[in-house]
């Protein structure tokens, strides 16, 4: 969410923005939102005078009063200050509530209009316009064919989509074996790798208030994503980053706290309205899942260089997995209107031939800290921090990427080295038919 006073002073910006995100229909709000700006500002101003003229008056009505006692017209006069004093109130009070009213509104407002990208982002319509930036790892198709990633897990005995269909539905799974260990080898590896980068390991909340909801996501996001709690005021989390940066809320973090550089656990549960095709089969696309995520809170002019920081540990992890990927930027229609900038990390199916999404690396800029109004506490006085996240890992998608790039050809999975010492010292997966 932008300030207001950034779009009085900055409207054609802030409009351009909205043409480079290609969102047009939301020109008309900029205007909407400076006239009903104008509007409460208005109303502030003269509420303001009006309090101020309340204590004059009153003051007037009682030297008027003890000026009655001697001369009877004042007592007249006094009477008249009394009634300007009331129908002042009752301009106040009509006043007030039209400062409540404009002011949601602003707001309402204020949560569509999206954040201002940076210079560097590419302008594109949608995800076919994202840019490959570079490429880490050599990706080789073997000579022998690639079963689909669920044939592969089968061959272990490690899935059963079966069974969870009867019990919740699709887009479920429940993980077998040696498949399953894998699938938490894979989160423990993660967890310490982050933690020799220095992050501090957390496990959040796995609900959240609506609040905190609107804070750290646009309503498309939402609508899109959340499970809500019937009858409560809680929200199943999507990723952690909802309440590991929800964790601020409200809160004046010291300067000298700062960078807050956290990785988190949890289980996510998303919706995922309007996948389809062939890779949404299997556990590529599903209602519940478990990520480690990377968040970090530092000061402005730190982020981009956080960003950079961030999305290089995703790389470095997947390649110690023996894991070939490409950053992609992902261009302005494909940016969610919070975000400043956002790259894709991607890995390479080689039964697919190409490379498919496994991490999503963010900077959000000041949006998340303004709607949650967090506040840094520094020499000159209080700011908003920047606020970034990152997927570490999220299985089981990237057992897909696992699986496929460590299959041998007589249908056993290398167990890279990284994550030998989660799987007991074992080299590798013998299928079991």
Excluded at 414 to 422: D, R
Aim: proline share 6%; aromatic share 8%.
């Amino acid at each position: 969410m932008l300030d207001i006073r950034f779009i009085r002073e900055h409207p054609e910006a802030v409009k351009e923005n909205i043409k480079k995100k290609f969102q047009e229909e939301k020109l008309p709000l900029v205007d909407q939102v400076l006239a009903l700006d104008a509007q409460n500002r208005a109303a502030i101003t003269e509420a303001s005078e009006l309090r101020s003229s309340r204590n004059s008056l009153s003051k007037k009505i009682g030297m008027l009063m003890g000026q009655a006692k001697k001369d009877p017209s004042k007592l007249e006069e006094a009477e008249a200050v009394k009634a300007q004093v009331k129908s002042n109130a009752e301009r106040l009070a009509g006043l007030e509530q039209q400062e409540i009213e404009l002011a949601a509104q602003i707001h309402k407002i204020m949560l569509v209009i999206p954040n201002m990208i940076d210079p560097s982002v590419p302008i594109g319509p949608d995800d076919s316009a994202n840019v490959e930036v570079a490429r880490f790892g050599e990706p080789v198709v073997p000579d022998f064919e690639i079963p689909y990633h669920t044939q592969i897990m089968e061959s272990f005995d490690g899935i059963d989509l079966d069974a969870a269909g009867r019990v919740s539905g699709s887009g479920f799974y429940y993980l077998m074996g040696d498949i399953a260990r894998l699938h938490e080898a894979v989160l423990a590896y993660a967890r310490d790798f982050m933690i020799d980068k220095g992050f501090t390991y957390c496990i959040p909340p796995f609900m959240i208030h609506g609040n905190v909801v609107e804070g750290v996501m646009s309503q498309t996001e939402m609508d899109a994503m959340m499970y809500k709690i019937e009858g409560e005021d809680l929200y199943l989390i999507g990723t952690s980053e909802h309440s590991m940066i929800g964790r601020f809320l409200e809160q004046i973090i010291p300067e000298s706290k700062l960078p807050q550089t956290l990785t988190s656990y949890s289980p996510c549960f998303r919706k995922e309205k309007g996948s389809h095709g062939i890779e949404e089969r299997g556990v590529y696309r599903i209602h519940q899942f478990e990520k480690q995520e990377m968040i970090v809170v530092c000061k402005p002019e730190d982020s981009m260089s956080w960003y950079e920081k961030m999305w290089r540990y995703s790389v470095e992890l997947f390649r110690s997995m023996d894991i070939p990927v490409r950053q992609l930027e992902c261009c302005s229609g494909d940016l969610a209107d919070l975000k400043v900038k956002s790259c894709d990390i991607e890995a390479w199916s080689p039964r697919q031939k190409k490379y498919f999404e496994v991490c999503s690396c963010s900077n959000m800029g000041d949006a998340q800290a303004r709607r949650l109004k967090m506040r840094v506490k520094g020499e000159k006085g209080t700011y908003l921090p920047h606020t970034l996240n990152n997927t570490v890992v999220a299985p089981p998608r990237m057992l897909i990427a696992l699986l496929e790039n460590n299959l041998q050809a007589d249908g056993s999975v290398k167990i890279p080295a990284s994550l030998q010492p989660y799987m007991g010292g074992a080299q590798a997966l013998i299928p079991k038919h």
